[in-house]
């Protein structure tokens, strides 16, 4: 893994903060943390080890509790190696002189904070979100605020670096305290209180070790993460969490002691990986959540960054065009003894009762050759479902375990599937010789197990069907809708080129799938979270929203079109109308009295699904309760007409989203089509999600 002599050179920085040092009376308001340092020296192993990067790439910024002196004043290190606030702006900006192209690896592990702005000209009420450095109670109440995290990171992109960012502290400004709770991380409070310093110190309360590292970093709290990628470890109503962890049955080489659950998972899941340059982060970010949820259930790491691409765990953006993994259930829980398997996937993303899944050892994929288990789904909630082994003797091979990757492998007979049926073309070619080529498609067909779809038999000719087949004279297959009228944007299928009865499956798999996806909502019922959200389209302008400068990731709260810039438009049968280049302003409400999660998908008439909002794999927005968004969308058309739908879709919990999407079909054949297990969902609502569609129709004049 250590680069070539031509090759990116890879740094980190690594920054750990356990003990806070104490203001002249020997008062602290941070309470020290316990597993911090020991995140570090975990992370650094690693890096060496499984790396191969040298000691000299590696800055490490430690401050260590004493274990001879609980009232001491400094900790060991030496002053330039303390993670005080000179001391790290000092290793960002050398890291800015590194050569374009290298790799930078930042790890934080610490208290966060959120205090009263020290940017009033911007926003006088907003919140500031900072690091807490251990030199916070002397010189001056010294935090690094979110605009000095923003331009410290925004160096490191324009110089050209590949830059990964790990955070393993709070989000939540919650008032919550968590004292109760043994090794939660954080703080919780914000103190309003002036105080003589330039930066107000908050969240005052008594030093203990049982304490969450705490206060709110949001999502998007430096930059966009544009150019870089980032890993948070909580959302911001959540608390990080630290907990002891044993030498016995780990597989991170780590000590006996306590460590950040989102550190310790992160490497756990990186030593599991039997080559560190394949899996991307978005893939891993899922088995991370996985091990987390396991020591913490109440703690969701997040990943941010630019969604078209993904890149390998210390890796380059440059790195190939993701291949979307993110449709695999995962491995939640394992019980051996009863031969029982639960996964991270229920209603909402598809799974059915008595669906088949295959589920592949350690992080193998189908293909790779390893022993897969088949699981039966026996029980299926919302977001969750569980499975009995029915392979073998019933027993669950040892190489099955948490993160575990299952693909469908036979769908529930309880599934509504497609029926597809055939059209004689009605050309000179003989019924005989269609004949052919229809009984040659059904034979195969019927060799597909894990499809939403298959052939119709032994049905009238008045039963209308939801997709039918055409063979053209010259060889070229149509493919129609239920009104036998020709689909629109199907790349053709040659019937002498390669291998047709493939290809055909192939688009049958994606437009089902697709259908699938927007029927996903249709026939609401009671009890579910509509009534405290609303989503609406405000309106339509030729002019770029103009967002408020914020530097609190609270952008998006304000209307960005003042005056009559904005037009209102109403639908016409349920769809609006919209001219090429326009932008549509959509609002999302939270009216009740608890957080949610937002995403928007855009469902194209390419027959794709993409998200739009917001940006990263694996990635949400947390809306809390009260809290409203204002997000603009440019509707572009290159000719004639476009019909696009928004979808909003809200969850109670972070809830994993990657599995909708789906690429263009007219990329279908370029990219491959191997689409077992994609994105599935069904039409029933539950109590913990809802969906909302707008329906734009677009056109050049």
């Not at 930059?223 to 890993?231: D, M, N, Q, R, V």
């Not at 039409?683 to 056109?699: A, M, N």
Request: hydrophobic share 35%; glycine share 8%.
């Amino acid at each position: 893994m250590s680069p070539t002599e031509s090759g990116p050179q890879r740094w980190a920085l690594l920054i750990g903060i356990d003990f806070y040092i104490p203001d002249g009376n020997g008062q602290r308001s941070y309470p020290n943390l316990r597993g911090c340092v020991n995140d570090i020296g975990l992370i650094a192993s690693f890096l060496q080890a499984k790396m191969g990067m040298a000691p000299g790439n590696i800055v490490k910024l430690t401050s260590t509790n004493a274990t001879n002196s609980t009232y001491r004043l400094l900790p060991p290190e030496d002053p330039s190696s303390r993670p005080t606030r000179d001391n790290i702006i000092k290793a960002f900006q050398d890291l800015a002189e590194k050569a374009p192209g290298d790799l930078v690896y930042i790890h934080y592990s610490g208290h966060g904070a959120q205090l009263p702005t020290a940017y009033h000209s911007t926003n006088p009420t907003a919140r500031d979100e900072a690091l807490v450095p251990a030199d916070v109670y002397i010189n001056g109440g010294a935090y690094i605020r979110d605009r000095e995290i923003a331009g410290l990171l925004q160096r490191l992109v324009d110089a050209d670096l590949n830059v990964t960012l790990v955070l393993d502290c709070c989000q939540s400004g919650s008032g919550n305290r968590y004292a109760q709770y043994d090794g939660v991380r954080g703080l919780g409070m914000v103190d309003d209180t002036p105080v003589s310093s330039s930066t107000d110190v908050t969240c005052r309360v008594s030093p203990t070790t049982d304490c969450f590292r705490g206060a709110e970093l949001r999502s998007n709290w430096a930059l966009e993460a544009s150019g870089y990628f980032f890993i948070a470890a909580c959302t911001s109503s959540q608390k990080a969490r630290e907990k002891e962890f044993s030498e016995q049955g780990n597989s991170t080489s780590a000590g006996r002691g306590p460590y950040g659950a989102l550190t310790y998972s992160l490497i756990e899941t990186l030593q599991q990986q039997p080559d560190l340059s394949s899996p991307p982060l978005s893939q891993l970010i899922e088995d991370i959540r996985i091990k987390v949820e396991r020591h913490s259930s109440d703690q969701t790491p997040s990943l941010e960054g630019n969604a078209k691409h993904a890149i390998p765990f210390f890796g380059s953006c440059a790195t190939r065009k993701a291949a979307k993994g993110g449709a695999d259930m995962r491995v939640k829980l394992v019980d051996i003894a009863a031969g029982i398997v639960h996964f991270n996937r229920g209603h909402f993303h598809g799974v059915e009762l008595e669906a088949e899944y295959e589920v592949y050892p350690e992080m193998s994929l189908p293909g790779e050759g390893a022993r897969s288990t088949i699981v039966r789904v026996d029980s299926v909630e919302d977001l969750v479902s569980r499975g009995r082994v029915v392979t073998g003797n019933g027993t669950i091979d040892l190489a099955v375990k948490l993160g575990s990757r299952a693909r469908l492998k036979q769908v529930s007979r309880h599934s509504q599937l497609e029926r597809v049926g055939f059209v004689h073309s009605g050309t000179k070619t003989s019924v005989a010789t269609e004949d052919v080529w229809m009984e040659e498609f059904r034979q195969h067909a019927k060799s597909r197990d894990c499809s939403y779809w298959n052939c119709a038999e032994g049905l009238s000719e008045d039963t209308k069907l939801s997709f039918y087949l055409e063979r053209t004279e010259g060889g070229v297959f149509h493919f129609l809708g239920r009104d036998k009228v020709q689909l629109n944007n199907i790349p053709p299928v040659i019937h002498h080129e390669g291998c047709w009865p493939d290809d055909i499956a192939a688009v049958l798999d994606h437009i089902t799938t697709f259908n699938r996806a927007q029927r996903l909502g249709i026939n609401p019922i009671p009890q579910n979270l509509r009534d405290q959200c609303s989503f609406e389209l405000l309106g339509k302008a030729r002019e770029a929203p103009n967002y408020p400068e914020q530097e609190t990731g609270q952008e998006l709260h304000t209307n960005p079109y003042q005056g009559d810039v904005l037009e209102t438009v109403k639908p016409l049968d349920g769809v609006y109308q919209f001219r090429g280049d326009e932008f549509g302003l959509f609002r999302f409400r939270n009216t009740g009295k608890s957080s949610v999660h937002l995403t928007l998908f855009m469902f194209g008439d390419s027959w794709s699904i993409e998200r739009t909002f917001p940006e990263g794999e694996g990635s949400s927005e947390e809306v809390k309760a009260g809290e409203e968004r204002y997000l603009a969308i440019e509707f572009e058309v290159p000719e004639g007409r476009a019909v696009d739908t928004v979808r909003a879709i809200i969850t109670k919990t972070p809830t994993s989203l990657d599995g909708f999407e789906l690429p263009s079909i007219q990329t279908l054949f370029s990219q491959g089509y191997d689409r077992k297990g994609g994105p599935e969902c069904l039409p029933e609502l539950g109590d913990k999600w809802q969906v909302y569609d707008v329906t734009i129709s677009t056109s050049v004049e």
